[in-house]
């Protein structure tokens, strides 16, 4: 039907589909194995990520209202001009009014259970909707109290927090599902009862007060109102609207289409291009699930045609679709919470994360090659052209686009410096005609529609026929690398420019095309561009309701974590199942990530695992001489808590994909965990061989790790596929899955020719540091009681010297003071505020047994690491020319 908004204006029309502001539920495929109709698909992807239920009439006018003032709300938010639009006290407590909104629309959205009403809404959610955005705002309406309680609660404080959070979880359990809630309430229970005796000694602790446990969870800003909900709130909402509006302006469909047009007529090429798609998708869609359905409907068919099976079809799909979570610049938003939580900005987040990630896409795409030549299958279409070229081209293009995108810093320069008062109102209006061209280029062509992929006769489309159709959605992507990579700016800011140029585009699209094309219908098309613009914002308001519960709750298990120290708990508990072997240590991290993360989206999964796992991986590995980056770590965790959408039992991804290929879903999990076996590796390489993330490494350094990276997983990818040049032989697999980990480690192997550092005297410490020249690191092993269980526990220090003369000035530049006592070299308790206090903060220097320096180390002459690719690359040949002769003589023989 046709929701008319303002109507007495005649303003705004929003076509809202044929139930009312959203779709009806459908969670999974019917009984008979048959894939699901595209409207079933997208009521899957409704009630997955935006809600299942339709109220009608009125009611859904009025909630599509508050979808837009939501929207129109955080736009205004992160705006430049927020301090003069909003008033200070609205500014102050955005995470209530976020949380309000997303609490008010997940009642209204989401029924409570499968039997409950899909087009009307009870008057039990009603009241539910309402308290719970009243006790959202509670902070706000109350915020005088709250400060002149010091954030600590009363009697009223409590009970009304209480209340929230139960609100909370109910919203959350019918949004995210029961996963989320579940995890949350266990984390409260230990909080109240962790005290109790059928608490497991390891894990027990003091408890707190009902009030205590409320004031830190709900009145302050350590639990539900934190970091997470503070990132949702200023950078979340924006990149997920952007990518709303850019899909309702028809990128998707564009993007899609040029990955066929591209890849389609290769071997396998339907699976190929529903990877590159996939990553350009990756841009648009923050949920797996969602770039599952959204390019699966197209590729899935397609794929099944050429010859994949029905659960290979799905897992390319799950697979591709997942690793968009992975892709920068937005990874699932995970990013913007990276960026708070490990300390760096956020251009260093993209930097280290974006190697991984293009490695993780470039051996799926192998994957599927090398499936389509062991099975010969058949190409779509005539066209015949070579891979090499399409590869060229390819490469050609996306060199372009980053050319232009830090090319483009001159001239903006230059006008900057020229006329620094009127700077921006000229670059808007350059972007603007630059607008206008590509929007006339896409006006001599006709629009692109979406292709029906169960057609008998399928025509691919041409690059050279439909590239200029949406050139300009470039634009908006363009604008937002610009100010986050080149400008720097903050998330927020630069999401605001993307999504206000996309308001440009949605508007002005339509009406400036009929007028290219010569055609009389501006009013109608304006009209439609309004409405465009209108259901891309709703559209983002809904597929925020889920991502602003996700990371409330998810502040609940971080407040538990800072208020009972659990994080230690699980640290002990990991080594204690690993025996202090460092590699088993990261097999049960990663194990746990992929437990935790289960039926979690994103964003909320990494907040999850991140919290309790992260900090595991920095003590452990300090324990054992394993001194890692935090971006490392966090990216490890990350990487196996999103493995979790692909894993079964709970594998969401998997699930739909087998809905729209009408396979088995519990098959099309494994295959795609099989095929997603290079983004489980990869994070335990980046762990000991920081080079991946490009940390620390020159220009020339970087450019080498790339091309060996890219090297080592083709070779890693066609181990585990028995398949090179031809069939491998059990032997040829090992050998290759053993070349690509020496190009991945070149490290363990020089390490073992030459050792890395040399060791120095526990007594010789300060005179050691004080030799080494500035700017070198020095590793220290610390030992000694650990302040509450008073058990010896120890950690490594890295210290790096400085200018200072002496090594005793260059420690205490650091904190550290040794003493040397009785043959023991002694460490005293670092001054408050130095770098190394909040690390040894778990040692009792006071305790009888002194805290001290057992092992020191620091840096040896060795030979360039790199010279071990040399081997590796040898032996590759090696490989390589067995099986090149192999295919020769099966060429020979006659037929």
């Not at 090499?388 to 372009?400: E, Q």
């Not at 220290?780 to 200018?803: A, Q």
């Not at 040896?860 to 690719?869: F, N």
């Amino acid at each position: 039907m046709l929701v008319k908004l303002f109507d007495g204006f005649s303003l705004v029309v929003i076509a809202l589909g044929s139930d009312g502001w959203g779709l009806q539920s459908m969670s999974q495929k019917n009984a008979s194995g048959r894939p699901l109709s595209e409207e079933e698909l997208q009521d899957l992807v409704a009630s997955t990520d935006a809600g299942a239920r339709n109220p009608i009439g009125p009611v859904g006018t009025f909630l599509a209202i508050v979808a837009l003032v939501w929207a129109a709300f955080q736009v205004l938010l992160a705006s430049p001009i927020s301090n003069y639009v909003l008033p200070s006290d609205l500014i102050n407590n955005s995470r209530q009014v976020h949380l309000a909104f997303a609490i008010f629309l997940a009642y209204m959205a989401y029924p409570a259970l499968k039997s409950s009403p899909r087009h009307h809404i009870p008057v039990q959610d009603w009241i539910f909707a309402l308290a719970g955005t009243f006790i959202a705002l509670y902070g706000f309406f109350f915020y005088q109290k709250v400060v002149n309680n010091g954030g600590l609660a009363d009697d009223v404080d409590k009970w009304v927090a209480l209340a929230g959070l139960i609100l909370l979880f109910e919203a959350a359990r019918r949004a995210l599902g029961p996963a989320m809630a579940t995890i949350a309430v266990i984390f409260l229970v230990y909080v109240f009862f962790g005290s109790s005796e059928w608490v497991p000694e390891v894990i027990r602790w003091k408890g707190a007060s009902l009030k205590k446990a409320m004031s830190h969870m709900w009145i302050t800003s350590e639990g539900v109102f934190g970091i997470a909900l503070g990132v949702s709130t200023k950078f979340v909402f924006l990149f997920v609207l952007f990518g709303s509006l850019l899909d309702k302006a028809g990128a998707g469909n564009y993007f899609i289409k040029m990955a066929f047009a591209a890849l389609g007529h290769l071997k396998g090429g339907p699976a190929k291009a529903a990877v590159v798609g996939s990553a350009a998708t990756g841009l648009i869609s923050g949920s797996s699930i969602a770039n599952v359905v959204t390019t699966g409907t197209f590729t899935i068919p397609l794929m099944k045609r050429v010859g994949f099976t029905s659960e290979q079809a799905g897992s390319v799909e799950v697979a591709s679709s997942v690793n968009g979570q992975i892709m920068p610049p937005v990874m699932g938003a995970a990013a913007f919470l990276m960026v708070e939580y490990v300390g760096i900005s956020y251009m260093e987040v993209i930097t280290h994360a974006f190697l991984p990630a293009i490695l993780s896409y470039v051996a799926l795409v192998y994957i599927v090659h090398l499936e389509a030549v062991k099975r010969n299958m058949p190409t779509i279409g005539t066209k015949a052209v070579s891979t090499a070229r399409t590869i060229l081209g390819m490469l050609f293009f996306f060199v372009g686009f980053a050319l232009l995108c830090y090319g483009i810093k001159y001239p903006i320069g230059l006008i900057v410096s020229m006329v620094p008062e009127g700077a921006s109102w000229i670059l808007a209006a350059l972007t603007f005609v630059a607008y206008l061209l590509l929007l006339k280029l896409a006006a001599s062509v006709d629009d692109l529609k979406p292709d029906d992929p169960n057609d008998e006769n399928i025509v691919l489309p041409e690059v050279k026929d439909i590239y200029k159709t949406g050139l300009y959605y470039l634009l908006p992507i363009v604008v937002l690398v610009y100010f986050l990579m080149i400008e720097q700016k903050s998330p927020g800011l630069s999401a605001f420019w993307a999504t206000a140029l996309m308001f440009v585009i949605l508007l002005t699209q339509r009406p400036l095309k009929a007028m290219f094309r010569g055609e009389n219908e501006y009013v109608n098309a304006f009209k439609a561009g309004v409405g465009d613009l209108g259901i891309g914002m709703i559209d983002g308001s809904r597929n925020m309701i889920g991502i602003g519960l996700a990371t409330a709750t998810a502040g609940v298990i971080v407040g538990t974590v800072t208020l009972t120290g659990i994080g230690q708990v699980m640290a002990d508990l990991v080594e204690l199942m690993s025996g202090g072997n460092l590699v088993l240590m990261l097999i049960f991290v990663a194990m746990l990530s992929l437990v935790l993360g289960m039926g979690l989206p994103t964003t909320a999964n990494y907040i999850v695992v991140s919290s309790l796992m992260a900090g595991v991986v920095v003590q452990l590995g300090a324990q054992s001489g394993l001194v890692v980056p935090l971006i490392a770590v966090h990216l490890f965790v990350f990487y196996f808590g999103i493995m979790a959408d692909v894993t079964p039992p709970v594998g969401l991804a998997s699930f739909a994909a087998a809905a729209v290929s009408g396979g088995d879903a519990i098959k099309t999990g494994f295959t795609a965990f099989f095929y997603s076996l290079r983004t489980v590796a990869l994070p335990f390489v980046f762990i000991f061989n920081t080079d991946l993330l490009w940390y620390d490494v020159t220009w020339y350094q970087g450019l080498l790790v790339a091309a060996i990276g890219m090297i080592a997983v083709l070779v890693f990818t066609a181990g585990t596929m028995g398949y090179f040049v031809t069939k491998s032989r059990i032997y040829e697999s090992v050998a290759l899955v053993l070349i690509a980990f020496i190009l991945f480690r070149p490290d363990f192997f020089m390490n073992r020719i030459q050792p890395p550092f040399e060791v120095v005297e526990p007594a010789q410490v300060s005179q050691a540091f004080g030799a080494i020249p500035p700017g070198h690191e020095m590793r220290l092993n610390i030992s000694g009681p650990d302040f509450d269980t008073g058990s010896t526990k120890e950690t490594t220090l890295v210290i790096t010297s400085g200018e200072e003369a002496g090594g005793d000035a260059r420690l205490e530049a650091q904190g550290l003071t040794i003493l040397d006592e009785d043959g023991v070299t002694k460490l005293d308790e670092p001054f408050p505020g130095t770098p190394f206090f909040e690390m040894l903060g778990g040692f009792d220097f006071y305790a009888d047994d002194p805290v001290q320096i057992t092992h020191a180390e620091i840096k040896a002459d060795q030979l360039p690491k790199d010279l071990i690719y040399i081997p590796g690359l040898l032996l590759l040949g090696c490989v390589y020319l067995l099986q090149r002769a192999r295919v020769g003589r099966k060429e020979e023989k006659p037929a």
